[in-house]
C-alpha cells in the first residue's frame, strides 16, 4: 500500500462548527472551585472571583461554548441555591462527586459571567432527574425574560438587570443512568414534557439539547428520535476512552504499557463508529441533519492519580492523551456535518483536562496543546481526503498508522490536521494538494510530540511537553513530502496567497 495521501482542496464538505472545540465544567471535584472560582478575597490573582492565569490560558484557545454545571451533578443541581448574596447561599453535599460540601458560591450569574469574560456561548444542563418543569422553566425566564416578571425581577434584584443571551440548554443529562435510571421510552416522553415549558423569550432562541445515548446504546437513539425528533436541536451522545474496565480498572494515566497505549488509540478511532452508527438512525428521521449530534462529553478516564480523592477524577495528562484529542478532532472535522457541537470532559482538573492547578499553581496539558494548534480549524470547511494509509501492528491489533483531516479557513489557508498513532515508529508519505500550487505557497507547521509514551507536564516541569516549530517536510514533484516521528500531532498550514 502506498503513503500516498490526497487532500482535494476544491471539493468543500461541512462547516466544521467551531463549537466542536467546546468544552465542559462540572461541579465536581477542583473543576470549578480552585480551578475556575477561587473568590474574589482569594490571594490567588482573579478577578471578580474568576482566577486570571486560567481564564487567560483559556481565551487563548479560544473557547467557544461551555458546557455547566453537569453531568451527573445537573440532575440534583437546583439553580435557585446558587442565587442571591453568596454569604445566604444553601450550603449541600455533592453526593455524585466525594461527598463534600457545595456552597454554592459559583452560581447562575458567577457562570455567565464567566461566559462572558471568555466570549463564548453558554450551554446549561437543566434538571430533569430530580427537577421540576416549573423549575427548568424558571431558570430559563430567571437568564432571559426581559421585563416584567417574578424571576426577571428577582434576577434584576440580585445585581443583573439585562437578560442574558442563552442558546443551548440541555434537557437533563445521561438520563439512562445517573440522571435518573430512566427507559429511553419514559424520557422521551419526559423530554416532550420537559421542553414545552423551555421557553423562547423575546428575541432569545433556544437550541434544544435532548439527553442521548451512553455509548453504543443505538436503541435509545431510536426510540428518542422516533417520538420526539421534530421538538429537538441537538441529541446528545457521551463517549469516554477507556483502556481498561470501567468498574475494574480503567488503567493508568501516566503508567502504561505498549498494549494499552495500542488500545488507548484504538478506543479513541471507535468514536467514528459510533458517530456512524447513531447518525444512520438519525438519518431516518432527520435525512437533512438539521438536528446535531452533540458529543457533550468525550475524553479519556483512567484510575484516579493515587493519594487524591476518587471522586475528583483527577488525574494526569501525557503526549497519549494529545493524540487522543488528534483523533477525536479528525473524527469530528470528517463528520462536521451531523456532529455541530462536542465538549471534552473536563477543562480544568477532571478527567482530560486541558489545565492542571495545585494552589497558586497551573500548567497546561498536552491536551490543552491540541486545541491551540487545531483552534485553526474552527469554522473553516472540511476538505475531502483521500487516504490509502498503511496500517501498523502491535500485537494482535491493527490500527491506522495516521489520523488525518484538512480543513480550509475563511483566507483560503489550508490546514492539514496529522497525528502518527504508532508510538514506536514514524512515518514518511506524501501529501498531494489537488487544486493547489505549492510552489508558491508559504507553509507553516508545529508539531507536539515526546520522546517517551508517558510524557507529562508537571508543575515542576511544567513545559516538558510543549509544541515546536514543525519544518520536516519538502516540496517534491508538486507534492508535500512529510516525515512524521512516532507518537506526535502536527498541524501543517498552506497559504498560497491571492490567485
Ligand atoms: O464527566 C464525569 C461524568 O461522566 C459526568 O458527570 C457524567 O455525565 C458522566 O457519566
Not at 455541530?340 to 490543552?368: C, D, F, R, S, W
Not at 491489533?397 to 480543513?407: Q, R
Request: proline share 4%.
Amino acid at each position: 500500500m502506498s503513503n500516498d495521501i490526497i487532500i482535494n482542496t476544491d471539493i468543500e464538505k461541512s462547516k466544521i462548527s467551531r463549537h466542536i472545540y467546546g468544552h465542559f465544567a462540572e461541579h465536581l471535584g477542583r473543576g470549578i472551585y480552585e480551578g475556575i472560582w477561587v473568590g474574589e478575597d482569594s490571594p490567588i490573582p482573579n478577578t471578580n472571583g474568576i482566577r486570571n492565569d486560567v481564564l487567560k490560558a483559556l481565551k487563548q484557545i479560544k473557547v467557544p461554548v461551555l458546557r455547566w454545571p453537569g453531568g451527573c451533578f445537573a440532575d440534583e443541581y437546583h439553580w435557585k441555591d446558587g442565587v442571591g448574596p453568596r454569604e445566604n447561599r444553601k450550603r449541600m453535599i455533592n453526593t455524585h462527586w466525594g461527598g463534600v460540601v457545595e456552597n454554592n458560591h459559583f452560581g447562575t450569574h458567577e457562570f455567565m459571567m464567566l461566559c462572558e469574560m471568555l466570549g463564548c456561548e453558554p450551554y446549561i444542563c437543566g434538571n430533569v432527574g430530580s427537577g421540576t418543569v416549573q423549575e427548568m422553566s424558571e431558570w430559563v425566564e430567571y437568564m432571559t425574560f426581559d421585563g416584567e416578571s417574578p424571576m426577571a425581577n428577582w434576577r434584576k434584584e440580585n445585581g443583573r438587570e439585562q437578560p442574558w443571551k442563552l442558546k443551548y440548554f440541555g434537557v437533563g443529562n445521561e438520563s439512562w443512568g445517573c440522571g435518573g435510571n430512566m427507559r429511553p421510552e419514559y424520557y422521551a416522553d419526559l423530554y416532550r414534557r420537559y421542553q414545552t415549558f423551555v421557553r423562547n423569550y423575546g428575541d432569545n432562541r433556544i437550541y434544544k439539547i435532548a439527553g442521548g445515548a451512553n455509548v453504543d446504546d443505538y436503541n435509545w437513539t431510536e426510540v428518542v428520535m422516533k417520538n420526539a425528533h421534530w421538538l429537538m436541536d441537538g441529541l446528545s451522545l457521551h463517549y469516554y476512552t477507556i483502556p481498561g474496565d470501567f468498574w475494574l480498572g480503567k488503567g493508568s494515566s501516566t503508567e502504561f504499557t505498549d498494549d494499552e497505549w495500542t488500545i488507548t488509540m484504538k478506543k479513541a478511532l471507535y468514536m467514528d463508529e459510533l458517530i456512524k452508527k447513531h447518525g444512520t438512525i438519525m438519518d431516518k428521521y432527520d435525512p437533512k441533519k438539521r438536528i446535531g449530534l452533540i458529543i457533550d462529553e468525550w475524553g479519556t478516564w483512567f484510575d484516579p492519580e493515587p493519594g487524591t480523592n476518587p471522586g475528583f477524577l483527577y488525574q494526569q495528562n501525557t503526549i497519549r492523551d494529545a493524540l487522543v484529542a488528534a483523533i477525536h478532532f479528525n473524527i469530528f472535522h470528517n463528520h462536521a456535518d451531523r456532529v455541530h457541537m462536542a465538549n471534552i470532559a473536563q477543562t480544568i482538573n477532571v478527567l482530560q483536562a486541558m489545565i492542571l492547578t495545585e494552589g497558586e499553581k497551573m500548567l497546561l496539558t498536552p491536551t490543552y496543546h491540541v486545541f491551540d494548534m487545531f483552534k485553526v480549524n474552527q469554522d473553516a470547511v472540511a476538505l475531502a481526503v483521500d487516504n490509502n494509509f498503511e496500517e501498523y501492528q502491535s500485537k494482535n491489533e491493527h490500527l491506522p498508522k495516521i489520523s488525518i483531516s484538512a480543513s480550509k479557513d475563511g483566507h483560503n489557508k489550508v490546514h492539514i490536521n496529522l497525528a502518527c498513532l504508532d508510538h514506536l515508529e514514524g512515518t514518511e508519505f506524501s501529501i498531494e494538494l489537488r487544486g493547489m500550487n505549492l510552489d508558491r505557497a508559504t507553509i507553516n507547521g508545529t508539531i507536539l510530540t515526546a520522546d517517551e509514551k508517558n510524557a507529562h507536564n508537571t508543575f515542576e516541569h511544567p513545559d516538558y511537553v510543549k509544541p515546536a516549530i514543525f519544518d520536516n517536510y519538502t516540496i517534491k514533484n508538486g507534492k508535500l513530502s512529510v516525515k512524521l516521528p512516532p507518537m506526535s500531532v502536527a498541524v501543517i498550514s498552506v497559504d498560497e496567497g491571492e490567485k
